[in-house]
Each structure stands twice: as structure tokens, then as C-alpha cells.
Nanobody, 115 residues
């Protein structure tokens, strides 16, 4: 079992930055692929960025060059640094942990980017 708690969301102007963090507790954190997803009103949840247990990262095309995902296996945290934010980045952001058939979600944190 893995418990995930997101923090760091809020309201920011376009062009600004926010840093989200996901704190994980429970099982063996370092063996999970960790990801950040987002869901805007009326839209499907989509992958923003992920980082595998070996450190390999993947990003949605819409955030490449602006967002950076990392992981701290000692602290069991997964930060998401978001720069040059756009109004289209407005969504609820969710932390995710995957390993084999295990799939866990956090409760989400709201990010609102004003124009």
C-alpha cells in the first residue's frame, strides 16, 4: 500500500512558476514509477510527467522544456517544478505511483494560472 499526498498548488499569473510536491509513504517507494497527471474541467486526465525507478523521465509534449520532474528516494518525495506557466496548465494535478498491477493516486492539488 502506498499513500500519496500532494502539496504546492495555488494561483499564479501566466509566466510564473510553481513547485508541486508529492510525499509518499507505505511501501517501497524507490521501486515505483512515479508520475504527475492533470485533469482540467470537462477533459480527461492526462499524463504530465513521469519518472521511472531508474530515473528515466517522460513528459507530455505540451510541458517539455517548462516542467521538470525529479525524485528523492531518501525523502520519498516527487517534486514537479513548473515554469513559464500558461492558462492552459490550469487543472487539478494528481500524483501517481505504479508498479506491476499496483496503481495509487493522491487526492489532487489545484493549479490555476491567470492570464
Amino acid at each position: 500500500q502506498v499513500q500519496l499526498v500532494e502539496s504546492g498548488g495555488g494561483l499564479v499569473q501566466a509566466g510564473g512558476s510553481l513547485r508541486l510536491s508529492c510525499a509518499a509513504s507505505g511501501s517501497i517507494f524507490s521501486s515505483y514509477t512515479m508520475g504527475w497527471y492533470r485533469q482540467a474541467p470537462g477533459k480527461q486526465r492526462e499524463l504530465v510527467a513521469s519518472i521511472a525507478s531508474n530515473g528515466i523521465t517522460d513528459y507530455a509534449d505540451s510541458v517539455k522544456g517548462r516542467f521538470t520532474i525529479s525524485r528523492d528516494n531518501a525523502k520519498n518525495t516527487v517534486p514537479l517544478q513548473m515554469n513559464s506557466l500558461k492558462p492552459d496548465d490550469t487543472a487539478v494535478y494528481y500524483c501517481n505511483a505504479k508498479r506491476y498491477w499496483y496503481n495509487y493516486w493522491g487526492q489532487g492539488t489545484q493549479v490555476t494560472v491567470s492570464s
